[in-house]
């Protein structure tokens, strides 16, 4: 997809919604580390459920070595693999103690480093907390990304990579949430809803199936 047309097509989502936020509610950017954490393979609904009470006590990576791994268990337990997300927040928050004065850094070799911090967990947490340009692909980005033909790719690194170079930079800093969230709700995987969608017209997968 050329330049021109990505540009348009984003000029197209920005009008819609120009300001997107994280559906994962937070108050401070350890709040938010926690809830990417126990996003993955669960719902932002499902997160938000399990951390309401939970963030009513626990605001710092001090406040959750004092309320433990088993009081962590039973605010996340409707979550999927909240056994091996509650050891793996238990070990972060310990570490952004001991190492980085109880503060989340804002460089993705130091998230990275921390247990169950992966890229797409990085790019999140840069992006939200630090304002940073980054590219988190999940699925919904991965699917938007291929169907529509803005960045096809096998992995999603190789769409990450193909997104971040064919978006114009003053697009960038919120394009992750309007492709997550236009894969959420418009282009769904079962049943798009191109007859109604705003890029529907510059689509590759929409003009094809004669949307």
């Not at 962590?72 to 050891?87: D, W, Y």
């Not at 890229?119 to 304002?131: D, E, P, S």
Request: net charge positive; aromatic share 6%; proline share 6%.
């Amino acid at each position: 997809m050329d330049r021109r047309r990505v540009a348009t097509l984003f000029k197209a989502l920005s009008a819609g919604n120009p300001a997107p936020e994280t559906e994962l509610k937070y108050g401070n950017s350890y709040q938010l580390l926690v809830a990417v954490t126990l996003s993955a393979q669960a719902t932002d609904a499902s997160v938000n459920r399990a951390t309401e009470a939970l963030f009513r006590q626990v605001k710092t990576p001090a406040d959750m070595q004092a309320l433990g791994e088993e009081g962590l268990r039973k605010h996340i337990r409707t979550i999927g693999l909240f056994n091996t997300k509650a050891r793996n927040i238990m070990e972060t928050s310990r570490l952004l103690v001991a190492e980085h004065g109880g503060k989340v850094p804002g460089v993705r070799e130091a998230l990275e480093a921390l247990p169950g911090v992966g890229r797409k967990t990085a790019n999140v947490v840069l992006n939200v907390a630090f304002g940073q340009p980054t590219m988190a692909v999940d699925t919904h980005i991965f699917r938007v990304a291929n169907r529509t033909g803005l960045a096809p790719g096998r992995t999603p690194l190789q769409v990450e990579q193909g997104l971040l170079a064919a978006i114009p930079a003053r697009f960038l800093q919120h394009a992750h949430h309007w492709l997550i969230l236009h894969g959420r709700y418009v282009c769904t995987a079962r049943k798009p809803q191109c007859p109604t969608c705003p890029i529907a017209r510059w689509c590759d997968w929409a003009q094809a199936a004669g949307a």
